[in-house]
């Protein structure tokens, strides 16, 4: 074969090759930034929540305290498009004062208030402060002195995310909680296919604040 016509299926033959592994190379590249991408993250945090009912269902006495230190925990899974799923856990310890009786002193009985909770977090934004809001389900156990009572809870809330780093950042929350301690229900009036039920409902609100450390894998 003529060297110049070899020379021009090289050439031929080299340009497409190029340009697919060109390609190649910026699909791989795609694939590692999106892998590297954090999808989970923890965050230990401690804070002050408000609200001192259940204390005072608890000791079954008016208790002067209106809230107390609380810490835990949240994991938070990428989902899409700034959508987190969210699990939190948070613990609040107090002890309290409970007036005695006429021949009882008075005794200090530690009360803890649990949250379970479960939900989705919205983050707003991709720089280094992400606004948030929060809204959960899950379960309140109440209790001291031997006795624990579990109730269901919603709370809602927002925030603000902080990251300086791709793995490490803060966290600034604020939250209510909305715990269902009673439930009463009563029929007022019956009728073939239809009941009409009247429901009162004891619910007991806390608000929590709190700061913490993110993770992020």
Excluded at 160 to 179: F, I, M, N
Excluded at 199 to 216: C, H, K, M
């Amino acid at each position: 074969m003529h060297p110049s016509r070899t020379s021009r299926i090289r050439h031929t033959v080299g340009l497409p090759l190029t340009r697919v592994l060109s390609i190649v190379a910026l699909v791989l590249a795609a694939n590692a930034v999106g892998a590297s991408a954090q999808t989970v993250e923890i965050s230990p945090f401690a804070g002050y929540r408000f609200g001192g009912d259940f204390f005072e269902r608890v000791s079954g006495q008016p208790v002067d305290l209106d809230g107390a230190p609380a810490v835990g925990g949240i994991v938070n899974v990428a989902m899409h498009d700034g959508l987190w799923f969210e699990g939190l856990f948070t613990r609040q310890d107090a002890e309290v004062n409970v007036p005695g009786g006429p021949l009882a002193p008075a005794t200090r009985w530690r009360i803890t208030v649990d949250h379970w909770l479960g939900g989705g977090l919205q983050e707003f934004g991709q720089g280094r402060a992400r606004p948030f809001l929060t809204g959960l389900l899950g379960l309140t156990r109440y209790g001291g002195h031997g006795d624990n009572e579990i109730r269901f809870v919603v709370s809602a809330g927002g925030g603000v995310k902080l990251r300086p780093t791709r793995h490490l950042g803060g966290r600034l929350d604020g939250r209510v909680h909305a715990t269902f301690a009673d439930i009463d229900g009563r029929t007022i009036v019956c009728s073939p296919g239809f009941c009409l039920v009247a429901l009162s409902t004891d619910v007991v609100w806390q608000a929590e604040f709190s700061a913490g450390l993110v993770i992020a894998f």
